[in-house]
T-cell receptor, first 111, second 116 residues
Framework: GENVEQHPSTLSVQEGDSAVIKCTYSDSASNYFPWYKQELGKGPQLIIDIRSNVGEKKDQRIAVTLNKTAKHFSLHITETQPEDSAVYFCAASRAGTALIFGKGTTLSVSS | GAGVSQSPRYKVAKRGQDVALRCDPISGHVSLFWYQQALGQGPEFLTYFQNEAQLDKSGLPSDRFFAERPEGSVSTLKIQRTQQEDSAVYLC??????????????FGPGTRLTVL
């Protein structure tokens, strides 16, 4: 079955810096890759997703890139703000299967 | 509009007790998922419903775990004879379409279960 590895487990940046979180997946048939943000005491919230027919997607300060050959995808947050501090999860799936999540990255943005 | 709600938000059970966790998905959502999230880990899939049909229960860790969605809306996750290793946050998510179509899963706030 699918296995998703996520790095780093913790990331500390200064306000205004960029943050990058990387994930690798094992199932070459996976073709949907969402990223979720989870704040303390809340459920995960989708922030961006990408399908395997595109290599990059942007939404304001957030971007995701996908390398199907290497089976890895990354989340890029630019101009980080303190409110970006949270746990971020990557996930992967293919049609008809449930999401498989990485173990999460705790992002801390200090002002 | 209301999102996914779960109740109770916190549950403390003595080892061996049965518990029932409730999920109210977004109205009209076809798909409903249950996940288990251990401390410091990502959510792990437990089971999936398409309307009232439980199409995948491959993630349920033992036969002590049972889920139902009898009318295709509200779902209940029941854990019998709870064990300490069952302590976790149980997340419910729903989505508008079935699993054959990629679409956002909306998560509830979770129920934190602590088994003493």
């Amino acid at each position: 079955g699918e296995n998703v590895e996520q790095h780093p487990s913790t990331l500390s940046v200064q306000e205004g810096d960029s943050a990058v979180i990387k994930c690798t997946y094992s199932d070459s048939a996976s073709n949907y890759f969402p990223w979720y943000k989870q704040e303390l005491g809340k459920g995960p919230q989708l922030i961006i997703d990408i399908r395997s027919n595109v290599g990059e997607k942007k939404d304001q300060r957030i971007a995701v890139t996908l390398n199907k050959t290497a089976k890895h995808f990354s989340l890029h947050i630019t101009e980080t703000q303190p409110e970006d501090s949270a746990v971020y999860f990557c996930a992967a799936s293919r049609a008809g299967t449930a999401l498989i999540f990485g173990k999460g990255t705790t992002l801390s943005v200090s002002s | 509009g209301a999102g996914v709600s779960q109740s109770p938000r916190y549950k403390v059970a003595k080892r061996g007790q049965d518990v029932a966790l409730r999920c109210d998905p977004i109205s009209g959502h076809v798909s409903l998922f249950w996940y288990q999230q251990a401390l410091g880990q990502g959510p792990e899939f437990l089971t999936y419903f398409q309307n009232e049909a439980q199409l995948d229960k491959s993630g349920l860790p033992s036969d002590r775990f049972f889920a139902e969605r009898p009318e295709g809306s509200v779902s209940t996750l029941k854990i019998q004879r709870t064990q300490q290793e069952d302590s976790a946050v149980y997340l419910c998510a729903s989505s508008y379409r079935d699993l054959t179509t990629y679409n956002e899963q909306f998560f509830g706030p979770g129920t934190r279960l602590t088994v003493l």
